[in-house]
Nanobody
Framework: VQLQASGGGLVQPGGSLRLSCAAS????????IGWFRQAPGKEREGFSC????????YYDDSLKGRFTFSRDNAKNTVYLEIKSLKAEDTGVYYC??????????????????WGKGTLVTVSS
Protein backbone atom coordinates (compact mmCIF):
# COMPACT_ATOMS: atom_id res chain seq x y z
CA VAL A 1 0.00 0.00 0.00
CA GLN A 2 1.51 3.29 -1.12
CA LEU A 3 0.19 6.81 -1.31
CA GLN A 4 1.65 9.91 -2.88
CA ALA A 5 0.22 13.36 -2.25
CA SER A 6 1.00 16.23 -4.60
CA GLY A 7 -0.31 19.56 -5.79
CA GLY A 8 0.76 21.87 -3.00
CA GLY A 9 2.35 25.24 -3.51
CA LEU A 10 2.15 28.95 -2.80
CA VAL A 11 -1.34 30.40 -3.24
CA GLN A 12 -2.74 33.84 -2.57
CA PRO A 13 -5.60 34.25 -0.10
CA GLY A 14 -8.90 33.62 -1.83
CA GLY A 15 -7.33 31.32 -4.38
CA SER A 16 -7.98 27.64 -5.07
CA LEU A 17 -5.91 24.51 -5.15
CA ARG A 18 -6.41 20.86 -6.01
CA LEU A 19 -4.38 18.27 -4.17
CA SER A 20 -3.96 14.75 -5.50
CA CYS A 21 -3.35 11.49 -3.70
CA ALA A 22 -2.29 8.66 -5.98
CA ALA A 23 -2.74 5.17 -4.60
CA SER A 24 -0.76 2.10 -5.61
CA UNK A 25 -0.77 -1.45 -4.38
CA UNK A 26 -4.47 -1.35 -3.55
CA UNK A 27 -7.77 -0.16 -4.96
CA UNK A 28 -9.66 2.76 -3.52
CA UNK A 29 -12.82 0.69 -3.05
CA UNK A 30 -11.11 -1.38 -0.36
CA UNK A 31 -9.79 1.46 1.79
CA UNK A 32 -10.98 4.58 3.53
CA ILE A 33 -8.87 7.59 2.58
CA GLY A 34 -8.39 10.47 4.96
CA TRP A 35 -6.91 13.92 4.47
CA PHE A 36 -4.91 15.50 7.27
CA ARG A 37 -3.27 18.82 7.79
CA GLN A 38 -0.38 19.82 10.00
CA ALA A 39 -0.13 23.55 10.48
CA PRO A 40 3.18 25.07 11.61
CA GLY A 41 3.76 24.31 15.28
CA LYS A 42 0.58 22.26 15.59
CA GLU A 43 -0.38 18.63 15.66
CA ARG A 44 -1.60 16.77 12.61
CA GLU A 45 -5.38 16.90 12.35
CA GLY A 46 -7.87 15.08 10.19
CA PHE A 47 -10.48 17.10 8.35
CA SER A 48 -11.94 14.91 5.60
CA CYS A 49 -12.39 11.24 4.85
CA UNK A 50 -13.94 9.16 2.08
CA UNK A 51 -15.16 5.63 2.76
CA UNK A 52 -16.31 3.85 -0.38
CA UNK A 53 -17.72 0.78 1.36
CA UNK A 54 -19.96 2.91 3.52
CA UNK A 55 -20.67 5.31 0.66
CA UNK A 56 -19.77 8.33 2.79
CA UNK A 57 -17.64 11.44 2.64
CA TYR A 58 -16.93 13.35 5.85
CA TYR A 59 -15.78 16.92 6.25
CA ASP A 60 -14.91 18.86 9.34
CA ASP A 61 -17.78 21.28 9.95
CA SER A 62 -15.48 24.29 9.76
CA LEU A 63 -14.45 23.35 6.23
CA LYS A 64 -17.73 22.45 4.61
CA GLY A 65 -18.35 24.37 1.46
CA ARG A 66 -14.70 25.05 0.77
CA PHE A 67 -13.30 21.54 0.53
CA THR A 68 -14.43 18.91 -1.99
CA PHE A 69 -13.21 15.32 -1.95
CA SER A 70 -13.46 13.44 -5.26
CA ARG A 71 -11.94 10.42 -6.94
CA ASP A 72 -10.88 9.10 -10.34
CA ASN A 73 -11.23 5.33 -10.42
CA ALA A 74 -9.31 4.96 -13.66
CA LYS A 75 -6.29 6.68 -12.13
CA ASN A 76 -6.78 5.18 -8.65
CA THR A 77 -6.43 8.70 -7.35
CA VAL A 78 -8.39 10.91 -5.00
CA TYR A 79 -8.47 14.68 -5.08
CA LEU A 80 -9.08 17.42 -2.59
CA GLU A 81 -10.16 20.75 -4.03
CA ILE A 82 -9.81 23.70 -1.71
CA LYS A 83 -11.50 27.01 -2.47
CA SER A 84 -11.32 30.44 -0.86
CA LEU A 85 -8.01 29.65 0.72
CA LYS A 86 -7.13 31.42 3.95
CA ALA A 87 -3.83 31.96 5.70
CA GLU A 88 -4.89 29.44 8.35
CA ASP A 89 -5.08 26.75 5.66
CA THR A 90 -1.29 26.84 5.48
CA GLY A 91 0.34 23.57 6.39
CA VAL A 92 1.53 20.21 5.17
CA TYR A 93 -1.29 18.12 3.77
CA TYR A 94 -1.22 14.35 3.98
CA CYS A 95 -3.41 11.57 2.67
CA UNK A 96 -3.66 8.31 4.57
CA UNK A 97 -5.48 4.98 4.25
CA UNK A 98 -7.07 2.42 6.51
CA UNK A 99 -8.98 -0.74 5.70
CA UNK A 100 -12.34 0.17 4.26
CA UNK A 101 -14.42 -2.26 6.34
CA UNK A 102 -13.59 -0.14 9.41
CA UNK A 103 -14.74 3.11 7.84
CA UNK A 104 -13.41 6.58 8.58
CA UNK A 105 -11.79 7.80 11.79
CA UNK A 106 -10.64 11.27 12.75
CA UNK A 107 -7.46 10.33 14.59
CA UNK A 108 -4.22 10.03 12.59
CA UNK A 109 -3.25 7.06 14.75
CA UNK A 110 -6.07 5.04 13.17
CA UNK A 111 -4.41 5.14 9.75
CA UNK A 112 -1.52 2.74 9.12
CA UNK A 113 -0.64 3.91 5.63
CA TRP A 114 0.62 7.40 4.86
CA GLY A 115 1.95 9.29 1.90
CA LYS A 116 4.56 12.01 2.05
CA GLY A 117 2.94 15.35 2.63
CA THR A 118 2.61 18.25 0.27
CA LEU A 119 3.10 21.81 1.51
CA VAL A 120 0.40 24.42 1.00
CA THR A 121 1.33 28.01 1.77
CA VAL A 122 -1.36 30.67 1.63
CA SER A 123 0.20 34.09 1.54
CA SER A 124 0.10 37.33 -0.40
Amino acid sequence: VQLQASGGGLVQPGGSLRLSCAASGFTLDDYAIGWFRQAPGKEREGFSCRAERQGRIYYDDSLKGRFTFSRDNAKNTVYLEIKSLKAEDTGVYYCAAREGRYGCRASPSEYPYWGKGTLVTVSS
